[in-house]
């Protein structure tokens, strides 16, 4: 009789479906099979595709990088910190690191130039966002992740971290430069 | 018969028949469910008043610690009990069968008891201020790992009371044929309920060694991967659980029948196989796994789990429209829905869960758990704009809508204060919805969850949000409140109901069982054969519904298209 009884007929696999039902489940499939698809397609014409390149680090070693990248393309220092600002050719390969509670260094990069981004965490997970643009990738301890990207917009952008890592998780916002 | 000490009572009201061990049960899991909710709920107001940035109630230490409790006790804690009291509830009433060894059940609810005021103890003693997800390397208190454990232990021990139940009945011969539909969806619940305790243990056992030391350390991306098995899949029971709940409301309402079983329990075969890839929504931005993994689970193998819950929303529904045009709410496309009893808590609640778990929570879900468009709100308050759709609007709202039910049937009381009953369904799920719908606003203009304070106050390098995120975050903060006063009239209707609510006939418990005895017709019938479209105003409602998710699909790609090349 109802959802909450045994169904009537024994033999219910047998049922004929009523049209609604077949409808819809024809209309919902093909939906759900073009949403599958728009996925390889981006990856194929889109330009906004995360990358897969990941290596294996510890922290150590990718602090050592980071500040071998800082001390060779530094051109000024800011805030009372003395963060460098750090501007690196076209092309070349970036590093930042997140931890508590910052983000190091404070990179300048060129309008609709490409670099190569290197990601990695001292200490806790923490989030990459960048604001106002919205990008938001999780950055791993023990994983250097390399980025591509393609700045588009001249301006001054923030980097939040939007990954819960301590009381100080809402103090830990940076700052990047796009000329 | 196997056990002469089983009593049987069948509710004066509804025909249902209670043994008495499962009622005692499911009494005391609902209890514990809606004390975690009021918890909760205490917690959820403080969080609320503190992200409301503009009023920004709390410091900083309480508002993550209290955010972690908040997420345990909600997402956890509530849910799960309450679902254990629906898988009792689905075998041994619906089937008319004894419960399983009660013993263990006992058992397993200690447990589950033990391990959820460990974790709040531990956390409220500041211990272990870690979030509900736990990421390692940020470190948590040995207890709170323990407390997680045991709490899904007991939960384990229940699932598989339910199966016990299950196989008690069938040997019994307690009913004829197959099982109805909504003990199939609990069924499904179960199943997915024992994939997410195992992914839970073999993460949480290996943190729980790591916090005591003797394993030196757990890698985080593995962690991510297998605890979003757990804390992902979890959520895959509340999806299985109500909407079994919501055919049982279609069921007691308006006595609607599925409008085919083969249709909806097919849908809840594609859960049980596909529903769990989806915890890969949360890897989508993380280094180290490739796009082809992420791009398969992600989509459930095709979205072939979307396409079971767009079957579901389309024939829960659907089944009410057959049902009230069976009793000649004929008129137009719209007039079985008009006449609806929207003044029954129970299902103005349900209703109002269906069209918010599909509209806010589904649309929003399968935005989201796109790989590249994952890239848009990952992190950001929209993930809680989308989950609280889901599991508020979704589950909470049809465990509250099956409560008004269960109390003069499971608890034999009146409901009391109906007039605040009625309305709080209205509150609640509208108030809950709106409060989403500004999260994902938020969200969407990059406002971080897990955030004390988007002011940056004391940082060197502060971020300024545009006016439009802190108008979102009022919106938020204002709908919230609505919301929670529809929480309060939902524990103050419940627990004064059982408290002093007006005791009903109870019912005689006897050795005596009446077995489900039904004329099982032998001819094949579907619904249609008349007009060959039994439901054309669910299928309009179905087709609005698709034209929102296609537009708001497409227009998170246009914006994508936009932002910086990545690749």
Same mark, same amino acid.
């Given at each position: 009789m109802s959802a909450i009884l045994p169904p009537e007929q024994r033999i219910w696999w047998k049922q004929p479906l009523d049209r609604v039902e077949g409808t819809w489940i024809l209309i919902a499939f093909?939906?759900?099979?073009?949403?599958?698809?728009?996925?390889?397609?981006?990856?194929?014409?889109?330009?906004?595709?995360?990358?897969?390149?990941?290596?294996?680090?510890t922290p150590d070693v990718y602090g050592k990088k980071v500040q071998a990248f800082a001390d060779q393309y530094k051109v000024r220092e800011e805030t009372d910190e003395k963060i460098p600002v750090v501007h690196p050719p076209a092309g070349a390969d970036v590093y930042m690191l997140g931890r508590l509670w910052a983000w190091w260094p404070i990179l300048e990069l060129e309008n609709g130039k490409t670099y190569r981004l290197h990601l990695s965490a001292m200490d806790y997970q923490h989030g990459f966002s960048l604001q106002p643009e919205n990008i938001n990738i999780q950055v791993l301890p023990g994983y250097e992740h390399v980025v591509t990207v393609?700045?588009?917009?001249?301006?001054?952008?923030?980097i939040m971290c939007n990954e819960f890592c301590g009381i100080g998780h809402h103090k830990m916002v940076s700052r990047l430069y796009v000329k | 018969m196997a056990n002469v000490a089983a009593l049987f009572?069948?509710?004066?009201?509804?025909?249902?028949?209670?043994?008495?061990?499962? @009622?005692?049960?499911?009494? !005391?899991?609902?209890?514990? *469910?809606?004390?975690?909710?009021?918890? &909760?709920?205490?917690? *959820?107001?403080l969080i609320l008043l503190t992200r409301w940035q503009a009023i920004h109630l709390i410091d900083a230490e309480n508002f993550y610690m209290f955010?972690?409790?908040?997420?345990?006790?909600?997402?956890?804690?509530?849910?799960?009990?309450?679902?254990?009291?629906?898988?009792?509830?689905?075998?041994?009433?619906?089937?008319?069968?004894? !419960?399983?060894?009660?013993? /263990?059940?006992?058992?397993?609810? +200690?447990? /589950?008891?033990?391990?959820?005021?460990?974790?709040?103890v531990i956390v409220f003693m500041g211990e272990s201020t870690v979030m509900f997800t736990s990421y390692v390397p940020l470190p948590g208190h040995p207890v709170f790992y323990l407390g997680l454990i045991l709490f899904a232990v007991g939960?384990?021990?229940?699932?598989?009371?339910?199966?016990?139940?299950?196989?008690?009945?069938?040997? @019994?011969?307690?009913? @004829?044929?197959? #099982?109805?539909?909504?003990?199939?969806?609990?069924?499904?619940?179960?199943? $997915?309920?024992?994939?997410?305790?195992?992914?839970?243990?073999?993460?949480?056992?290996?943190?729980?060694?790591?916090?005591?030391?003797? #394993?030196?350390?757990?890698?985080?991306?593995?962690?991510?991967?297998i605890w979003w098995g757990f804390g992902h899949s979890s959520q895959q029971i509340n999806v299985s659980a109500h909407v079994a709940v919501w055919y049982a409301i279609a069921a007691i309402a308006f006595g609607a029948k599925p409008m085919s @079983?083969?249709?909806s329990r097919g849908a809840f075969l594609l859960y049980i196989l596909f529903l769990q890839l989806a915890s890969a929504h949360h890897l989508l931005s993380d280094p180290g !796994?490739?796009?082809?993994?992420?791009?398969?689970?992600?989509?459930?193998?095709?979205?072939? =789990?979307?396409?079971?819950?767009?079957?579901?929303?389309?024939?829960?529904?659907?089944?009410? %429209?057959?049902?009230?045009?069976?009793?000649?709410?004929?008129?137009?496309?719209? %007039?079985?829905?008009?006449?609806?009893?929207?003044g029954n808590p129970v299902f103005s609640g349900m209703f109002i869960s269906l069209v918010g778990f599909g509209f806010l929570g589904g649309i929003s879900g399968v935005m989201m758990g796109t790989e590249q468009l994952n890239m848009l709100i990952h992190n950001t308050i929209y993930v809680p704009g989308h989950f609280h759709a889901t599991v508020v609007v979704g589950t909470t709202l049809a465990f509250m809508a099956l409560t008004y039910f269960l109390i003069p049937s499971l608890f034999n009381r009146e409901v009391i204060?109906?007039?605040?009953?009625?309305?709080?369904?209205?509150?609640?799920?509208?108030?809950?919805?709106?409060?989403?719908? =500004?999260?994902? +606003? *938020? &969200?969407?203009?990059?406002?971080?969850?897990?955030?004390?304070?988007?002011?940056?106050?004391?940082?060197?390098?502060?971020? %300024?949000?545009?006016?439009?995120?802190?108008? /979102?975050?009022?919106?938020? &903060?204002?709908?919230?409140?609505?919301?929670?006063?529809?929480? $309060?009239?939902?524990i103050y209707v419940t627990v004064g109901s059982l408290l002093w609510g007006k005791r009903l006939d109870v019912g005689a418990y006897t050795p005596q069982r009446t077995i489900l005895r039904m004329p099982i017709a032998t001819a094949l019938t579907g619904h249609g054969e008349a007009a060959g479209f039994a439901a054309p105003g669910t299928f309009v409602f179905a087709m609005v519904f698709l034209t929102a998710f296609v537009l708001y699909y497409f227009v998170n790609w246009k914006y994508l298209s936009t932002v910086w090349g990545l690749s």
């Open positions: 093909v939906w759900c099979l073009i949403m599958f698809f728009m996925m390889p397609y981006w990856h194929v014409y889109g330009k906004q595709n995360l990358s897969n390149e990941t290596y294996k680090t393609t700045p588009n917009r001249a301006g001054t952008y923030a | 009572r069948v509710c004066p009201r509804t025909g249902l028949q209670y043994h008495r061990s499962a @009622e005692t049960l499911i009494k !005391l899991n609902a209890v514990a *469910a809606v004390v975690s909710l009021l918890v &909760g709920g205490i917690l *959820a107001l955010l972690t409790v908040h997420g345990l006790d909600m997402l956890a804690f509530w849910i799960i009990f309450f679902e254990i009291a629906v898988l009792y509830f689905c075998s041994s009433t619906l089937l008319r069968s004894r !419960l399983a060894t009660p013993g /263990m059940a006992w058992a397993g609810f +200690g447990l /589950m008891v033990l391990g959820a005021v460990l974790v709040n939960a384990l021990i229940g699932c598989f009371i339910f199966l016990g139940t299950l196989v008690v009945a069938k040997a @019994e011969k307690t009913y @004829e044929g197959s #099982i109805p539909l909504v003990t199939f969806g609990a069924l499904t619940a179960c199943i $997915i309920a024992v994939f997410t305790i195992a992914s839970g243990a073999i993460i949480l056992i290996p943190t729980f060694l790591w916090s005591v030391g003797y #394993i030196k350390s757990i890698d985080p991306l593995m962690y991510r991967t @079983e083969r249709v !796994l490739s796009s082809e993994w992420k791009i398969f689970n992600t989509s459930y193998a095709m979205y072939l =789990a979307v396409l079971a819950s767009m079957v579901h929303g389309l024939t829960v529904p659907g089944s009410i %429209e057959v049902a009230q045009r069976a009793k000649g709410y004929t008129r137009g496309l719209f %007039e079985w829905i008009r006449k609806a009893p929207w204060n109906p007039g605040l009953a009625k309305v709080q369904p209205y509150l609640f799920g509208l108030g809950m919805g709106v409060f989403c719908l =500004a999260m994902m +606003g *938020a &969200g969407t203009l990059g406002v971080p969850r897990r955030h004390w304070d988007i002011t940056f106050a004391g940082a060197s390098m502060p971020y %300024e949000f545009p006016g439009t995120a802190w108008l /979102m975050l009022g919106i938020m &903060g204002a709908a919230g409140l609505v919301a929670v006063i529809g929480g $309060i009239i939902y």
